[in-house]
């Protein structure tokens, strides 16, 4: 005859799970924290750099244990994100654009080409570059990679001993 028998330590249980609590989130926010600055630093890359403005406004914030979100908080970053529809652009960010990128000195040519980059946009709006959606694509697997790594880690951490 064969006997089955099996032996359940319940207390010993109940401490791993209640030490999981603490252990999944330290970790988990350790990598996802990793992986929120690596693609805050690619978004920096991929960003446009007339002015540096937009990529210095790149930011990592913490929303909570584990939760991060990579920002630029630039003013017009969702309009070079997504475009512009066709508007009167203002002058002086137009001129300064165009002094910087272009390197015209003649103080004519430059006003020139600011009114006629400013009736330009205003007959035909402005190309999206969308940096932001270039940035998920390439780092998606990368962060997947991480958060599937932290998870492992956390386990291992957690229920391993």
Do not use: C
């Not at 750099?49 to 914030?61: G, L, R």
């Not at 070079?80 to 203002?90: F, I």
Request: aromatic residues 10%.
């Amino acid at each position: 005859m064969s006997v089955f028998r099996a032996d359940l330590d319940l207390r010993g249980f109940h401490a791993k799970t209640n030490r999981a609590e603490a252990v999944f989130g330290r970790t988990l926010d350790r990598f996802v924290s990793r992986g929120a600055h690596e693609f805050a630093r690619e978004e920096k890359l991929q960003a446009p750099k007339a002015f540096s403005a937009m990529t210095q406004s790149i930011a990592v914030q913490q929303n909570g244990t584990a939760d991060y979100s990579v920002v630029p908080t630039a003013r017009y970053a969702e309009a070079v994100e997504k475009g512009g529809k066709p508007h009167l652009a203002p002058l002086l960010p137009l001129y300064l654009w165009l002094k910087y990128t272009k390197r015209v000195s003649d103080e004519k040519e430059l006003r020139a080409r600011t009114y006629g980059l400013r009736r330009f946009i205003a007959k035909h709006g402005t190309k999206a570059n969308p940096f932001v959606n270039r940035t998920r694509i390439k780092m998606q697997g990368r962060v997947v990679r991480l958060v599937r790594d932290g998870v492992a880690a956390a386990t291992q951490e957690a229920f391993g001993k």
